[in-house]
């Protein structure tokens, strides 16, 4: 039987961060959440493995863990909210809206659901309470209680142990879904949020089979139909005939296919794994960048990417090494030029490109772009036959995409992880049918506790298909950094520190740091001027005003805009050099002691 210690380790181990809670009755019969971390508990939630546990779980929600995973909570009857049927509101929500895909799931202590999903990065859940009749969400800053806790003898238990999926279309509107009022219902046939009058309604219901049909879907279409019919009876004012639905919208059914389900093949051929031959893994940089894989090069802006690139590339052209290269095992096993395609949409080939080419040495001659000017450049998708025509044709050792976004397929969701696949899949397939690598490059996220894949913007799936990837950015000191952050095929290699010299990358040494280590050096750095400026407001509060409460204290300092957290620090470190002293008054619980914080003795004499 598991832990509680076990359970919490799970959690943490899955990127579900934790914090320890208790759980109360209030007068009125409601819940009540005590957070034993104290009111600034999202800063303390739990992300190492714990040696012991007391008390109920939460799992702190939206970008409170690694894969921003946010819940519908929904209530049963049994809830205290005035008996509220909540399933009812999330059923009709799913026949209007589309179904939820089969997610992880858990029972609450009244028989209610938590739904858990993974929610596109850049996607801020805010936690809202009723936005349906007994249904809330919750998102960043916010937490859902987590199994096995209990209250009142009844435990909170898992249905499923399947991962949280991916929100589609129908849970990201719920969750960013307005409130409703008290007096507000769900939407009735006759009372609907959103009514679509005549002129409207045709259009709308077209635009609601493209919402509801994606690539390879293979749902039948009366399902579809059905679907349609529903939404038509409970949203259209009057609602359609049935001869209007199959003259005017079912024939766009078809139109949303994105395969002709003829074509779809029957059978496969199989291959035997007896008649595969195994082949070393081949490089275009050994040790960096394997050969025919996709490899990752991401940063901030204005960090640099396009230096970096363009000294990979120009070094390829000419057979040189790059600075990030051993010299002396490439002297012992030189390259020779390698040809390159460079598609970029970011800058322009004769004021940006060429010039930084020409700096790092690049044999031109080895290297074919196709200007973003150029009408034909929106063709070149990853999963576009003029792109793969073009590699087919000239065969390049490597291209060069940038930035990722360019060059995605109309209408991909960089958040939804199957869209991705579908998109980059074809751009896997032809790396290994022509040995041509792919450098995708693209942006990061700012947040100081996301490393490896977490730092990769929008998509964690890019990250999983690549086979090597960089990291770059800035330290402290100004320097450059680029962590070699994922490598398949061979040992990670340290960081290496460099500077740019008239666009040229200049190696000035390598580290064991990787990017969170320089990452959260910068959060600090920047914490500590604030922590300062705390301390003396601290010293200064109190020689005006002498000894003063600490709650009036810390009031007065969150009014000027100071955190719990740096007034914390700020009071323990004055504490701890003896610049404050502090006292309390009374006995026995929180509510019968109050502390006090003044300046020692000798300060108020001087």
């Known amino acids: 039987m598991m832990s509680l210690k076990d359970f919490a380790n799970s959690y943490i181990k899955q990127g579900l961060y934790i914090t320890p809670i208790k759980l109360s009755t209030k007068e009125d019969g409601s819940k009540k959440v005590i957070f034993l971390a104290g009111e600034d508990w999202p800063g303390k939630l739990r992300k190492t493995p714990v040696q012991n546990w007391s008390g109920n779980i939460a799992i702190g929600t939206g970008h409170g863990n690694r894969d921003n995973v946010c819940v519908i909570d929904v209530d049963s009857p049994e809830h205290k909210r005035n008996g509220v049927n909540g399933f009812e509101s999330i059923e009709k929500w799913q026949a209007e809206h589309g179904a939820f895909p089969n997610t992880r799931m858990a029972k609450t202590t009244t028989g209610g659901r938590h739904y858990y999903f993974k929610v596109p990065q850049e996607i801020h859940i805010k936690g809202r309470s009723n936005i349906l009749p007994g249904v809330d969400t919750r998102g960043d800053r916010n937490c859902i209680i987590a199994p096995p806790s209990i209250y009142r003898g009844k435990y909170y238990e898992w249905l499923n142990d399947i991962e ?24 009735q046939s006759s009372q609907n949020l959103a009514m679509v009058p005549e002129g409207g309604r045709t259009d709308y219901l077209v635009k609601a089979i493209g919402r509801h049909t994606f690539k390879g879907n293979m749902a039948d279409d009366e399902a579809i139909k059905a679907m349609i019919r529903n939404i038509n009876e409970n949203k259209c004012v009057p609602p359609l005939s049935e001869e209007e639905l199959e003259s005017e919208v079912f024939p766009s059914i078809n139109n949303f296919d994105e395969y002709e389900r003829e074509d779809i093949p029957k059978e496969v051929s199989l291959v035997s794994m007896a008649d595969v031959q195994p082949k070393p893994i081949e490089w275009l940089i050994p040790g960096w960048i394997p050969k025919g894989k996709i490899t990752l090069i991401g940063a901030d802006g204005g960090t640099g990417k396009t230096f970096l690139w363009c000294h990979i590339v120009a070094c390829l052209s000419a057979g040189k090494p790059c600075f990030f290269e051993d010299p002396i095992e490439f002297s012992s096993n030189p390259r020779k030029p390698m040809k390159f395609l460079v598609l970029s949409s970011e800058d322009e080939l004769e004021e940006v490109l060429s010039e930084r080419l020409i700096s790092n040495g690049a044999n031109m001659s080895n290297i074919l772009s196709v200007p973003y000017t150029d009408p034909n450049f929106e063709y070149m998708k990853f999963n576009s036959e003029t792109l793969k025509n073009t590699i087919l044709e000239h065969r390049p050792d490597g291209c060069i995409f940038d930035p990722l976004q360019s060059f995605l397929p109309p209408n991909v969701n960089m958040g939804y992880r199957n869209q991705m696949r ?113 301390k003396q407001m601290i010293l200064d509060l109190l020689e005006d005003q002498g000894e003063m409460n600490i709650k009036d204290l810390n009031t007065a300092l969150k009014e000027a805009g100071i955190s719990d957290k740096t007034i914390r620090n700020a009071k323990e470190e004055l504490n701890s050099s003896k610049k404050v002293k502090m006292r309390c008054e009374g006995k026995g619980d929180k509510k019968g002691v109050k502390w006090f914080i003044s300046l020692p003795e000798e300060d108020k004499l001087l």
């Open 164 to 187: 949280p999926a991916e929100a589609n279309e129908s849970v990201l509107e719920l969750m960013q879904f307005k409130a409703m009022t008290k007096k507000e219902t769900l939407p």
């Open 422 to 534: 579908d998109a980059l899949n074809p751009l896997v397939a032809l790396g290994t049918e022509t040995g041509t690598t792919m450098i995708i490059v693209m942006h990061t996220n700012k947040m100081s506790d996301r490393s490896g894949r977490g730092r990769f913007a929008d998509s964690s799936d890019i990250f999983d298909i690549a086979r090597s990837a960089f990291l770059l950015g800035k330290t402290k000191n100004g320097s450059l950094y680029l962590d070699h952050a994922k490598s398949n095929y061979a040992p990670l290699n340290k960081t290496v520190l460099y500077m740019l010299v008239d666009q040229v990358p200049k190696f000035l040494g390598s580290t064991e740091k990787k990017d969170w280590d320089f990452v959260h050096e910068k959060k600090l750095e920047r914490s500590a001027p604030a922590r300062d400026e705390a």
